[in-house]
């Protein structure tokens, strides 16, 4: 699936801005046709309650008791669709939706699609009526299960597997909000009948400064024609055709004198595909593209053929009010604290983020950490389901961020086993992995695979054996030996031996950090305070970049962020070295002065 663009043959139209809005926590919604118009809700017709897209619902309309919300919702909304249109084309694309959801045009239903965080497009072209008012109605849900991709969680698990005191409201396996909403543009995409369906394009640093490029272009149903590609940017323009047979054609470019892609030279040349039938141009479509390669050869982590250290942070999509909806000012002020605090690298924990950022990071330098929402898989819940929802996520998360040079690592999942079950060991957990990780190298081998590894799996975690690099998410000194940052240091250096001696594979941290109260200080090691956490931060640092088998370290988090309800959680998760509202805390400015003195560490 490509991102829509506009030019000569391309074209779209952005429904973003305010809908009509109900919930439907009865469930009673499509029985009575609220398809038809929320017109037919009795909650609409007595509130005429709107709501803005992109955002979540939560936060937005907290004050009519949607903050806990987790259930059922319909929005509507009225668009002109003109006249010229007719005889093109015609699909709408919502680029996320959480979790499940429902489509209707003009009364009709388009589609539906059941994995949120991911665009899904609908062909609407018979449905829709080009030089009239047209009407979206979309269903979206927000509840989570046993084989969804994260998996769900009943109040009543709770109480099954004793553990009432990790009771969260909203329920949930995770420890971050369950937002729910339209979170990404809705966007009617107009394109040509035949058309280019998908573009791939895998780069290799050759000797020589010379760059290599695969490209791999779909059409949907052009039997034989060509592609005439256009790559420009550096210091000449190429040319190549491509050859169309049963809708699939292939080329390897060599670029000479190739200007590498890089976090610190993030250069891009631009790959103009051309669809051309009967010697007429009939599509035609323009990708940014960083030729870059990333290796892993023994204990380090390759970028170009120049070993690479990550610095940065886990972070989540948060902010505000807006919930996890997309929101583009955000994206530019925390890319400049990245910036400001000499970081390099993230990690999209634990869902893929909006493609806007991931094209911003292209654009930027910053290497990505791309992660499925597989996060805290419990094994005595994982059924059949849950293995073909992770998969089909892998697929379609590969798919749309394939062409990224800033994605140097596919993170799988994260943290199974997180709340210690016995089955995980007996086999399950190792098949299940086995299968996910590989399946995964099949669709992407040019990009190392991970899956953060938590405290309770410890060095017996299956997921080692089958990763290129070894991810563990670590807080002796907070969750072990709280306080004790000397224990927790020994700890933790002790336990990074053993694993390293066991696997003999690169180490990243990707996370470790304390909770923070703003303003709360003290001159003793002394938890919840700015202090504490910077001194934390600053040990750990210390320790990993002692040892010579590490590859990089990511701090949780990056900012605070929401959760559900826990006595463990004051509102938020407030291990962010900034605030929910990109307030600097002291262990930010730590950060800035250990990263700069390690400025000729990891840039290429």
Same mark, same amino acid.
């Given at each position: 699936?490509?991102?829509?663009?506009?030019?000569?043959?391309?074209?779209?139209?952005?429904?973003?801005?305010?809908?009509?809005?109900?919930?439907?926590?009865?469930?009673?919604?499509?029985?009575?046709?609220?398809?038809?118009?929320?017109?037919?809700?009795?909650?609409?017709?007595?509130?005429? +309650?709107?709501?803005?897209?992109?955002?979540?619902?939560?936060?937005?309309?907290?004050?009519?008791?949607?903050?806990?919300?987790?259930?059922?919702?319909?929005?509507?909304?009225?668009?002109?669709?003109?006249?010229? &249109?007719?005889?093109?084309?015609?699909?709408?694309?919502?680029?996320?939706?959480?979790?499940?959801?429902?489509?209707?045009?003009?009364?009709?239903?388009?589609?539906?699609?059941?994995?949120?965080?991911?665009?899904?497009?609908?062909?609407?072209?018979?449905?829709?009526?080009?030089?009239?008012?047209?009407?979206?109605?979309?269903?979206?849900?927000?509840?989570?299960?046993?084989?969804?991709?994260?998996?769900?969680?009943?109040?009543?698990?709770?109480?099954?597997?004793?553990?009432?005191?990790?009771?969260?409201?909203?329920?949930?396996?995770?420890?971050?909000?369950?937002?729910?909403?339209?979170?990404?543009?809705?966007? +009617?995409?107009?394109?040509?009948?035949?058309?280019?369906?998908?573009?791939?394009?895998?780069?290799?640093?050759?000797?020589?400064?010379?760059?290599?490029?695969?490209?791999?272009?779909?059409?949907?149903?052009?039997?034989?024609?060509?592609?005439? &590609?256009?790559?420009?940017?550096?210091?000449?323009?190429?040319?190549?055709?491509?050859?169309?047979?049963?809708?699939?054609?292939?080329?390897?470019?060599?670029? &000479?004198?190739?200007?590498?892609?890089?976090?610190?030279?993030?250069?891009?040349?631009?790959?103009?595909?051309? &669809?051309?039938?009967?010697?007429?141009?009939?599509?035609?479509?323009?990708?940014?593209?960083?030729?870059?390669?990333?290796?892993?050869?023994?204990?380090?982590?390759?970028?170009?053929?120049?070993?690479?250290?990550?610095?940065?942070?886990?972070?989540?999509?948060?902010?505000?009010?807006?919930?996890?909806?997309?929101?583009?000012?955000?994206?530019?002020?925390?890319?400049?604290?990245?910036?400001?605090?000499?970081?390099?690298?993230?990690?999209?924990?634990?869902?893929?983020?909006?493609?806007?950022?991931?094209?911003?990071?292209?654009?930027?330098?910053?290497?990505?950490?791309?992660?499925?929402?597989?996060?805290?898989?419990?094994?005595?819940?994982?059924?059949?389901?849950?293995?073909?929802?992770?998969?089909?996520?892998?697929?379609?998360?590969?798919?749309?961020?394939?062409?990224?040079?800033?994605?140097?690592?596919?993170?799988?999942?994260?943290?199974?086993?997180?709340?210690?079950?016995?089955?995980?060991?007996?086999?399950?957990?190792?098949?299940?992995?086995?299968?996910?990780?590989?399946?995964?190298?099949?669709?992407?081998?040019?990009?190392?695979?991970?899956?953060?590894?938590?405290?309770?799996?410890?060095?017996?975690?299956?997921?080692?054996?089958?990763?290129?690099?070894?991810?563990?998410?670590?807080?002796?000194?907070?969750?072990?030996?709280?306080?004790?940052?000397?224990?927790?240091?020994?700890?933790?250096?002790?336990?990074?031996?053993?694993?390293?001696?066991?696997?003999?594979?690169?180490?990243?941290?990707?996370?470790?950090?304390?909770?923070?109260?703003?303003?709360?200080?003290?001159?003793?090691?002394?938890?919840?305070?700015?202090?504490?956490?910077?001194?934390?931060?600053?040990?750990?640092?210390?320790?990993?970049?002692?040892?010579?088998?590490?590859?990089?370290?990511?701090?949780?988090?990056?900012?605070?962020?929401?959760?559900?309800?826990?006595?463990?959680?004051?509102?938020?998760?407030?291990?962010?070295?900034?605030?929910?509202?990109?307030?600097?805390?002291?262990?930010?400015?730590?950060?800035?002065?250990?990263?700069?003195?390690?400025?000729?560490?990891?840039?290429?």
């Amino acid at each position: 699936m490509l991102y829509p663009i506009t030019n000569k043959f391309r074209t779209i139209i952005d429904l973003s801005g305010f809908w009509k809005f109900s919930i439907d926590s009865d469930k009673i919604g499509e029985k009575e046709k609220w398809f038809e118009g929320l017109c037919h809700s009795k909650e609409y017709q007595k509130s005429n +309650i709107e709501i803005a897209v992109p955002g979540s619902w939560n936060e937005q309309l907290e004050e009519i008791g949607l903050l806990h919300y987790v259930g059922s919702a319909w929005y509507e909304k009225d668009f002109y669709l003109p006249v010229e &249109l007719n005889g093109k084309k015609i699909l709408i694309r919502i680029g996320s939706a959480d979790y499940n959801s429902k489509v209707w045009i003009n009364n009709k239903l388009a589609g539906e699609n059941n994995l949120g965080f991911l665009p899904f497009e609908l062909d609407i072209t018979d449905i829709i009526e080009p030089g009239k008012e047209n009407r979206v109605v979309m269903l979206v849900n927000n509840e989570l299960n046993d084989g969804s991709i994260p998996q769900g969680i009943k109040p009543e698990y709770y109480s099954k597997e004793n553990r009432l005191r990790e009771e969260t409201y909203p329920a949930t396996r995770f420890d971050f909000f369950p937002f729910g909403g339209i979170h990404r543009p809705v966007i +009617i995409s107009i394109i040509p009948e035949n058309h280019f369906e998908q573009i791939k394009i895998e780069t290799f640093v050759k000797p020589s400064n010379e760059g290599l490029a695969i490209v791999k272009v779909w059409t949907n149903s052009l039997a034989d024609g060509e592609v005439s &590609l256009i790559i420009s940017g550096g210091s000449n323009q190429l040319k190549k055709q491509i050859e169309i047979q049963n809708n699939f054609g292939e080329a390897e470019v060599v670029i &000479l004198q190739c200007k590498f892609w890089s976090n610190k030279d993030p250069f891009l040349y631009n790959f103009n595909f051309q &669809l051309i039938k009967d010697g007429n141009i009939i599509d035609e479509y323009s990708l940014p593209a960083g030729i870059r390669e990333v290796k892993v050869e023994g204990n380090k982590l390759l970028l170009n053929g120049k070993e690479i250290f990550l610095k940065g942070f886990g972070k989540h999509e948060d902010f505000n009010v807006i919930g996890k909806g997309l929101f583009l000012p955000l994206i530019v002020k925390d890319f400049g604290l990245m910036k400001w605090c000499n970081a390099n690298s993230f990690r999209t924990s634990h869902y893929p983020y909006s493609e806007e950022l991931m094209s911003y990071a292209d654009r930027n330098g910053f290497l990505i950490i791309d992660e499925a929402p597989a996060v805290s898989l419990d094994f005595r819940h994982v059924n059949e389901q849950t293995l073909v929802n992770h998969k089909e996520f892998i697929q379609r998360l590969i798919d749309r961020d394939c062409n990224h040079p800033s994605v140097i690592m596919w993170a799988a999942g994260n943290e199974p086993n997180l709340v210690g079950e016995e089955i995980y060991f007996n086999g399950a957990g190792k098949e299940y992995w086995r299968e996910v990780i590989n399946f995964t190298k099949s669709l992407d081998p040019t990009r190392p695979v991970t899956v953060p590894n938590c405290q309770r799996a410890g060095i017996e975690d299956p997921v080692f054996e089958f990763c290129d690099i070894i991810s563990i998410n670590r807080y002796y000194g907070w969750y072990e030996h709280p306080g004790q940052l000397d224990k927790a240091i020994e700890a933790l250096s002790q336990e990074m031996d053993e694993i390293y001696s066991r696997y003999k594979k690169p180490i990243l941290i990707t996370e470790f950090g304390a909770d923070t109260m703003p303003g709360y200080h003290s001159t003793s090691d002394q938890m919840f305070t700015e202090e504490f956490q910077a001194k934390l931060i600053e040990m750990y640092i210390k320790l990993i970049d002692s040892k010579d088998y590490t590859i990089g370290e990511q701090v949780w988090n990056f900012a605070d962020f929401k959760t559900p309800q826990n006595f463990r959680r004051v509102v938020l998760n407030l291990k962010g070295v900034f605030s929910r509202d990109r307030a600097p805390k002291l262990a930010a400015f730590r950060l800035k002065d250990l990263w700069s003195a390690k400025k000729g560490i990891g840039e290429v």
